[in-house]
Every structure is written in C-alpha cells, then in structure tokens.
C-alpha cells in the first residue's frame, strides 16, 4: 500500500494525506498541491513508501537542513530495497539507486545546505598533548598509542576503549575512490540520541550523521589527523542538531590519533571525554 509523508523544515514527519499539516500552515490547497507547494517554497522532502521502495522529491535550492536529517534518521529505521530521488532543479530529474547507504550518499551530495547558517555553532580550542593530566583516560590513549609505534592494535586497546573511555570513539579510514572518510568502528557510549543513528552508521561515512553540517565539521578535523599524521587534542563546544530534538550543547576534549593498519593504510581513532567545564563560548559584556 502506498504511504505519502512530508518532512518539514524541523524535521518532523507528516501524513502527506491528512489534513493536518494543510491546518498547522492555514492552506487551502488539495494535499497532493499543497505537498508540491511545500516541497517547491518552503524546503519540505516528500516520501512515496511501497513495499521497500521509496520515492522521494525535493528542491536541492531550498531543501531544509532539518528535513533532509529527518529523512536519514527515518531512512535507518526501514527495509529500504531501491530509492528513487527526484530532484527539482529547473526541471525534474531522476535517480535510481540500489540501496539506503547509495540513496544517503546521493542525498547530500544533491542537497546545497549552507554552512554559513550553523556559524558559531561548532566551536574547538586546540591543545597541547602535554596538557592531558596522567590520570586521564585521553592520557592513557596517547600512551598507547607511542607504546604501539602508531600500529593498530585492537586487542590491546579495546578495554581502554570500552571501559575508561565508556565506549565513545570512533574509528574512521579515508576511502579508496573519493575524499570521504568511512566509519569503521563506533563505541557504544553515546549519548541515548545518538545511539540508534550511530548503531546503523558503520560503513557510511562521517559526515553522514542526522546533523549533516556537525558530522561535514568533525570529518574536517578529522582529515586534517590523517593529513598530519600526527596526533591532535582540542577542546570542543559544539551546539548539535538531531531531528525532533531540541538543540543540544556538547562540551567535551578530543582526542585524535593515526595508526597504521594491517594493510598499511592510514586509520585515525578519535575518542572523547565529556566535560562541562569547557565553554568557548564568547561572553556579553
């Protein structure tokens, strides 16, 4: 049976049939006008479901950042099997893909989300290495690091990172035909709305988190470890995103460092301690 939805510019999901978005906008129009009005104006996505098969349309000019994070988080909840994207620019156009990880690729790759509308929202403060105390667990995670020459070695650091680290790391590697950066290990120890995106994101890349332009910043430091080869502290006071959620502040350090894997590629790990005394944040006067 086929379901029409609409995911508006907070991220929130609509039954593209019933009345009530028509009531929440004061529109007069038919549902099936009003949903190409929404989708054309005001940055809305609309989703046609039928047994594993999505459609979707958006306008890539004016898609919602909301939206489109929206749509991920519900995309990872379904059997998708094929995924048809039609996107307006000028004129229709329209792309068949085989799978939910290729339709997200494709999504933010078509999607012209502005950076300039998240300034001031994703804050860090380099700092020395030298900075860590003994006791931290960032500590601990840098000695390993000098003490496995740079190598990988998983068994040697998997109860550092599932027990004093309480599982939030990531582990990511550059991939082989694009600039992107792959997920290929993530800790359990995030927070609870994180947990049920990041649960599904391995094997996709960075940047491919519900807020797409936090996910587009930390692949950045992230690229900038793999480039340096060197290990990387800062400070972090970030203002994140997540579809039907309020805007949340996360203060915390992170840590970065390459290692060397098996097949002699670079992978870098990076984990993270919360801390709520961090603040970057600029103070009125």
Not at 1 to 19: I, N, P, V
Not at 96 to 102: F, G, I, K, P, Q
Not at 225 to 230: F, N, P, Y
Request: charged residues 25%; hydrophobic residues 40%.
């Amino acid at each position: 049976m086929l379901q029409t939805y609409l995911f508006d510019d907070k991220g929130e999901l609509w039954d593209g049939r019933s009345r009530e978005l028509a009531e929440a906008l004061d529109a007069s129009l038919p549902s099936e006008e009003l949903r190409k009005y929404v989708v054309r104006n005001l940055g809305f996505i609309a989703v046609m479901e039928n047994s594993g098969s999505l459609r979707l349309q958006l306008r890539p000019a004016v898609v919602s950042q909301m939206a489109l994070s929206g749509l991920l988080y519900w995309m990872h909840d379904r059997a998708v099997e094929r995924v048809l994207i039609s996107c307006l620019d000028g004129e229709w156009s329209h792309e068949l893909v085989a799978s939910r990880e290729e339709a997200v690729r494709r999504l933010l790759a078509r999607a012209k989300l502005d950076p300039v509308d998240r300034e001031g929202d994703f804050l860090n403060k380099p700092r020395p290495l030298h900075d860590l105390p003994p006791a931290s667990p960032l500590r601990a995670m840098l000695d390993a690091w000098s003490a496995c020459s740079g190598k990988y070695d998983r068994e040697r650091l998997h109860r550092l990172l599932n027990e004093a680290l309480h599982g939030r790391y990531m582990l990511v590697e550059p991939m082989a035909q694009s600039p992107g950066l792959l997920v290929k290990e993530i800790g359990t120890g995030f927070n609870n709305h994180a947990v049920r995106w990041l649960s599904q994101i391995r094997g996709l890349r960075v940047e491919d988190q519900p807020d797409y332009a936090y996910g587009q910043w930390i692949a950045g430091l992230y690229r900038e470890v793999l480039q340096s080869r060197a290990p990387s502290l800062h400070d972090v006071d970030a203002v994140i995103r997540w579809p039907h959620q309020p805007r949340v502040s996360y203060r915390y350090q992170r840590l970065m460092v390459p290692f060397e894997a098996e097949s002699r590629s670079t992978l870098v790990l990076g984990a993270t301690v919360l801390d709520d005394a961090i603040d970057l944040r600029v103070k009125p006067h």
